[in-house]
């Protein structure tokens, strides 16, 4: 048996000492595991009283209506205005005279959604040369 | 009023403290510096360390890494300071049984225990009464395996020189 086997085992007979009493005390039953203790006197009484709310706000509260499901509509109405017209040349062709016009279109688009309060003008001016056959009316 | 039978937790809870309380207390003390931050860091420690066993036997290690923190925790508050020394001005609380018919050297050895340096003290504490590997104690202390070792044979060396001066 060498030093510290020697040493090792006066050691070992120290015997720690016993809890204190007051500390055994303490120690009789494990702790109670967190969240799981019993419901308090309050929580009992809190229980019923916002039952007993929640029923009285259900008579007297205004039913509330399911709004209807959402339904997009949007409506689009389109117009066009030919405001100005100019003849460029007249020819005749097999016996019938045909002119060359130069025509100012605005086009306008007004658009209206159900989901938005705005309503949406578009307005564009187009030019358009084209032929047709001169009347005399 | 008449007592609740123990359930089966209570007993488990029991027979854990009766296996361990002991020398989870004698750590708890070391670590401390007055008996009074000792018993406090010990009870918190030992509900904590159930609690989060769930039931279960919690493992040693975190039993006694619980104590250290709070321990080192309570070390830093300055009305624990105060308090520490009020109690040290007092009786010191005997860490081991006094055995009266085992002589001088016991009581001189538990002295000498008492008086090591806290950071070999420790280990010879976890390594003699918790019967823990030097891994282990590494692990528990954050020091490398070879400190823990070189501090476990300095506090036998310190203890051998203290015995020596017994000696006639």
């Not at chain 1, 039952?51 to 039913?63: C, D, E, S």
């Not at chain 2, 609740?4 to 070391?30: C, D, I, K, V």
């Not at chain 2, 039931?55 to 830093?76: E, F, Q, S, Y």
Request: glycine share 4%; proline share 8%; hydrophobic share 40%.
């Amino acid at each position: 048996m060498n030093d510290d086997s020697e040493l090792e085992a006066m050691l070992r007979s120290l015997r720690p000492g016993s809890l204190p009493a007051d500390l055994r005390q303490n120690l009789t039953h494990p702790p109670a595991p967190v969240g799981k203790g019993p419901p308090s006197r309050l929580l009992w009484l809190a229980l019923p009283l916002a039952a007993a709310a929640a029923i009285t706000l259900g008579f007297f509260l205004p039913p509330r209506h399911a709004p209807a499901p959402a339904e997009t509509v949007t409506l689009r109405q389109s117009q066009s205005r030919l405001v100005e017209s100019r003849s460029l040349e007249v020819v005749r062709v097999d016996d019938e005279l045909w002119e060359l016009a130069e025509q100012k279109w605005v086009d306008e688009d007004l658009t209206l959604c159900s989901s938005s309060p705005v309503a949406i003008k578009l307005t564009t001016t187009r030019h358009e040369r084209v032929w047709q056959p001169v009347r005399f009316d | 009023m008449e007592d609740s039978p123990p359930t089966a937790e209570s007993r488990l809870w029991q027979a854990w403290l009766s296996e361990h309380g002991e020398w989870f207390l004698l750590y708890a003390r070391q670590q401390t510096r007055s008996e009074a931050d000792a018993k406090d860091v010990f009870q918190e420690a030992l509900f904590d360390a159930w609690r989060r066993a769930s039931g279960a036997i919690p493992d040693k290690a975190l039993v006694l890494a619980t104590i250290r923190r709070r321990a080192i925790d309570l070390g830093r508050s300055a009305d624990r300071r105060v308090r520490r020394e009020n109690d040290f001005g007092g009786a010191r609380t005997p860490w081991f049984v006094t055995d009266f018919d085992a002589g001088d050297t016991r009581d001189f050895l538990a002295t000498a225990v008492r008086d090591l340096p806290e950071n070999l003290r420790e280990v010879l504490i976890l390594r003699i009464w918790g019967e823990m590997s030097f891994p282990e104690i590494a692990s528990l202390t954050g020091a490398p395996v070879p400190t823990a070792t070189s501090r476990y044979r300095y506090a036998l060396e310190r203890l051998r020189e203290s015995l020596a001066e017994l000696q006639p």
